[in-house]
């Protein structure tokens, strides 16, 4: 199937490792431009090697971008439409995992979360939104399946997580109007940079770390999912073959959550 995503420009925010990078690789080889960025400057300059390794140097941007400074988010969509002018596709997919009680979790601990995972979605969408409608453009969040099924010991992320499902359908209606979709990824068990790293710091596989996790977790599919079927959702998503889904969070889980 042709998504019909070249010549299109997707901002991709944590596009350096796992689930971003995965996307960003697969939407320069559909022929997409790519600006991906991340708060550190050596996984920034690794990240863009690679895409630029697997498309050209046109169409990729590397940034050094904290997402939750405002005037950072400001510095990215500056820097995005002098390069290329326009901007088709953005991505909200910034994030790290944080899961602990209620109870335990300080004031400091649920401000950093909800600014790193709802805030900077909340000022992204806001500095991209005049292109984004002049595009007639898609806006992806990634999210975790706890925001639509919390469990115990999930918080802050399952709260942040709700809140951003929540924003993702206001987003779908704000601009639906406008010509622009809004939707969400739910993400459950997923190879990702923080699964990579935890399976760096036991001193095993991944595909080690994937077999022992997901034996206890009761996934239907019995696996761990992979980071190009992670991709393969979104790159469809941000496209024009998908251009009738807007305001809905897509499971991706195996089957594991009990909502729908």
């Given amino acids: 199937m042709d998504l019909e995503l070249e010549g299109s420009v997707v901002v991709v925010t944590g596009g350096t490792d796992g689930l971003g990078l995965a996307l960003a690789r697969r939407l320069v080889v559909e022929g997409a431009s790519v600006a991906i960025c991340s708060r550190r400057s050596d996984a920034v300059t690794a990240a863009t090697d690679e895409l630029i ?133 739910l993400i459950g068990f997923i190879e990702s940079g923080q699964w990579l790293r935890r399976a760096e710091e036991a001193g095993i596989t991944m595909d080690r770390l994937a077999e022992q996790v997901s034996s206890g977790m009761g996934i239907p599919l019995g696996r761990m999912g992979r980071a190009e079927e992670f991709a393969d959702l979104a790159a469809f998503l941000l496209s024009a073959r998908a251009s ?6 897509i499971n991706l889980d195996g089957g594991l959550s009990s909502a729908v």
């Fill in 53 to 185: 390794g697997c498309s050209s140097k046109q169409q990729v941007l590397g940034l050094v971008v904290d997402v939750t400074n405002p005037s950072a988010i400001e510095a990215l969509a500056s820097a995005t439409l002098a390069r290329f002018g326009r901007v088709d596709g953005l991505v909200n997919n910034a994030g790290q995992s944080a899961a602990q009680g209620v109870l335990h979790v300080d004031d400091a601990a649920w401000q950093a979360d909800l600014d790193l995972k709802l805030f900077a979605a909340i000022r992204t969408t806001r500095a991209f939104a005049e292109s984004l409608k002049a595009s007639k453009g898609s806006i992806l969040n990634v999210l975790a399946i706890s925001g639509k099924h919390p469990g115990a010991s999930t918080a802050p992320t399952s709260i942040s997580r709700a809140a951003g499902l929540a924003l993702t359908k206001a987003t779908s209606k704000d601009l639906g109007p406008f010509g622009v979709r809004a939707n969400a990824i």
């Fill in 244 to 249: 009738y889904v807007s305001g809905v969070g």
